[in-house]
């Protein structure tokens, strides 16, 4: 499963606003939903679910990255985007450092294999020193989504 599959790139917010963890997720949210990804009428009960699964276990992954996550009967296929902070969120994450990249995931509750496929390929990409420090130093949308197709290129056993 490639990041084109499922990130909409259109959505990305290069240059987040939002200063702490619940304003990302729903400005991410916002975005997903003004590029028609997901049902506006939908947003709250979206971030709801987005942040119940925050109050189980951080998704704030350390190293400057979070993928906060949920699955939700609203959603039709698995959908994605990012954003980019430059100050950095407080996610709680595990190595108490802020979070400056956040790959915001949602998913229908009836493909898990889905959505642990693109789990997958999120995290293999935010493993990556290079991936999250090019995250990390993009100036615009359009930096970011050169990013997400270049890492597509890579063949998997680089990532």
Known sequence: MKLKDFVVTSA???DLKATDRDAAIAELMQ???DHGAVPRSKVDDL??????????????????VAMP????????????TIGRSKEGIDFNALDQGPVYSVVLLLS??????QHLQAMETIFRHLQRDNFRRFMRQ????????????????MPQSET
């Open 12 to 14: 990305i917010v290069a």
């Open 31 to 33: 975005s997903l939903a």
């Open 47 to 64: 971030i709801t679910a987005v942040l119940s699964r925050e109050r189980v276990a951080t998704t704030g992954m350390g190293k400057g």
């Open 69 to 80: 996550h949920a699955k939700h009967a609203s959603v039709k296929k698995v959908t994605a």
């Open 108 to 113: 229908p509750p009836d493909s898990p294999e």
């Open 138 to 153: 993009a100036n615009d949308k359009d930096e970011i989504v050169d990013l997400v197709e270049e890492a597509d290129a």
